[in-house]
Structure formats: structure tokens, C-alpha cells
């Protein structure tokens, strides 16, 4: 939807989370030294000043970034390590004023042999993309609708590959939308491996996507989702989890034990921490 801007949002607790564990997607599929190709359809500026105007006048990244940026110097697990060494690469001087969304955690994470394709279509955002980001070789920014994208992007030549969806929701029939999008990519790359980010909301039509996911005839989809509860009243979002089709092996132990850090951080131990298959292979 033309009308998002993820400036205003960016940082929040649901960036936390979704961040985390597309980085530990990202480094199972990245334990076979094979190419891979990657798709962050949905991308955004990708890269976020924290001391924008936008920012600034939500101040949600209060609710996640700063709230678990004191702890950086703590054990972590290993995909939480990784996600403050993403941030502070970005910040040389220290903070996070400059905050890594998932086409910058997925640059950062980036081999030589990978290949990362960044589509937005809103003007504004993919002037923002633009201006954090060259394209080179490995790396291409398409000024692109993300479900056209997805259509004409996939099957890869790699034949090995990660697709990062995680649309606004703006539009409450994109949630039956993503479940179709996914089905059809799919059945032409049946072993890619989707992640799909969806928020917990009141109205919770995010139980249209999982339905339809469900009864799609798709094997092995991950449940990751964090409930909040009343953490953030001022927020009207509750919450917010990924559906993982094909988690690679060497990524779900890191997947648990990044959640249990997440949710004990941003929540205190307050809130609900679910990990199961939606779907079992």
C-alpha cells in the first residue's frame, strides 16, 4: 500500500522479533556453502534514522530497540549476538541511531556468492532504498510491486532460496492475498524456504492467512509468534509472529532460543511465547 511508511514504526518490538529470527533463517540456510538467493519483497527504506521526524513522533522503538539495547553486552544467544553486531556496524559511534530493517540485516549477513533483491514500490521508501544502498552485481533494488516480484522472481536459478514477506496490512485482504501468493510461488519452488511476518491486532485477520496456509496443502510451516498482552497499551498491536515454510534444520534450535530471549526482554516473562508446527512435514 502506497500509504505505508515503516519510518514511523521502525525499531518497534515486532521489528525485535522479526529481525532475530530472519537472521536465524537466514544463517541455517547460509550453513551449506551453496548460493543463495534472496528476496526481501516488502523492503522498504531499509536502513532507519531513529531521529527522524517520523520516528520521532511514534517513538516506537522505545517498545523494542531501547528496550533491549542495555542487555547488548549480556550472554546472548547467538542470533540476538548477531543482531546487535548488525547494529553496531551501522553506528560506529556508538547507539542505534541508525537502525538495520530486514534488507540491511540481510546485506550485512550476506556472502559473496548470495544474490539479494530488494523491492519496493512506494516513491518515497525506494528513494530512501536508493540512497542507503548500491546496487552491484549481487545486489539489486527494483523499484517493484512485492507480489509481482515474488511471481516473476521465483523459481532462482540457485534453486536454493529465502522470500521475506512481511506487507503492512494496511489492507485487510492482504492477509488472504500473502496465502495465495505463497501457495502459487510455492508450487513452483517447493523447496524455497517463506518467511511471512504478520501482526497480532484486535481484529485478528491474521487467522485468514494461517486458515488458508493450513488447508493449502503446504508440508512443514513454523509457527513463531510472541503475545504481548498488555505490554504496550499504547500500541494497537498486541503482538506478532512469522510463519516459517521449510525452517532448515540448522536454524530451529536457534529459532527457540532466540524467542525465549525476546519475549523474556521485551515482556519481563509476561508474555506468551508460542513455537509449534502449523503444519508438520
Known sequence: MLSYQHTYHAGNFADVLKHI?????????????KPLFILDAFASRGLYDLNAEEALKTHEFETGIAKVWPFRHERSPQGVHRWFNAITSHNPEGGFNLYPGSTALLHHM????DRLVACDLHPQEFDGLRSAFRSSRGFSLLKRDAFEAIKGLVPPKEKR??????????IKDEYA??????????????????????????????????KALKNSGIRKIMRVELDCKDGF??????????????????AQQAIKSSLDWVGNKLTEGKGEKHLSWLVPE
Not at 161 to 170: A, K, N, R, V, W
Not at 235 to 245: N, P, R
Open 233 to 250: 497499551p499504547d500500541l494497537q498491536m498486541f503482538g506478532s509472529g512469522l510463519l516459517i515454510i521449510n525452517p532448515p534444520w540448522h
Open 177 to 210: 492475498q500473502v496465502a495465495k501468493v505463497v501457495s502459487q510461488a510455492y508450487r513452483r519452488f517447493a523447496t524455497g524456504v517463506y518467511v511471512i511476518w504478520y501482526p497480532l491486532l484486535p481484529a485478528e485477520r491474521h487467522l485468514v492467512l494461517l
Open 110 to 113: 550476506q556472502r559473496e556468492s
Open 161 to 170: 532460496g529465502l522470500i521475506f514477506i512481511d506487507p503492512s496490512y494496511e
Open 21 to 33: 529470527i530472519l537472521g536465524d533463517v537466514l544463517a541455517g540456510l547460509q550453513a551449506k556453502d
